[in-house]
Nanobody, 114 residues
Framework: VQLQASGGGSVQAGGSLRLSCIASGILFGIYDMNWYRQAPGKQREFVASSTTGHITNYGDFVEGRFTISRDDAAKSVYLQMNNLKPEDTAVYYC?????????WGQGTQVTVSS
């Protein structure tokens, strides 16, 4: 199983980034897909999820700035991030989950400067 995340980078506050994660080795359509993030010195935290029924959920801090979407045919999940803040700086991880099956990608760095 591989989850390959990409799209991170460095932006100024107020900017946008679109993260992508492409999966291989799993039957993508039966997995809930999630994004998490981990900032230096902090615990990993939930960012957004998209269920197999395309129901979405977001961490409280998102406040309407991020949008998660998935393309089951492309085995991909995306995270559009707008109005980025310096506190959004973190490594962002793609995650797939079904019951006890839980897979993680390698992460992509997002750095937001003020």
């Amino acid at each position: 199983v591989q989850l390959q995340a990409s799209g991170g980078g460095s932006v100024q506050a107020g900017g946008s980034l679109r993260l992508s994660c492409i999966a291989s080795g799993i039957l993508f359509g039966i997995y809930d897909m999630n994004w998490y993030r981990q900032a230096p010195g902090k615990q990993r935290e939930f960012v957004a999820s998209s269920t197999t029924g395309h129901i979405t959920n977001y961490g409280d801090f998102v406040e309407g700035r991020f949008t998660i979407s998935r393309d089951d045919a492309a085995k991909s999940v995306y995270l559009q991030m707008n109005n980025l803040k310096p506190e959004d700086t973190a490594v962002y991880y793609c995650n797939s989950m079904k019951g006890f099956l839980n897979y993680w990608g390698q992460g992509t760095q997002v750095t937001v400067s003020s």
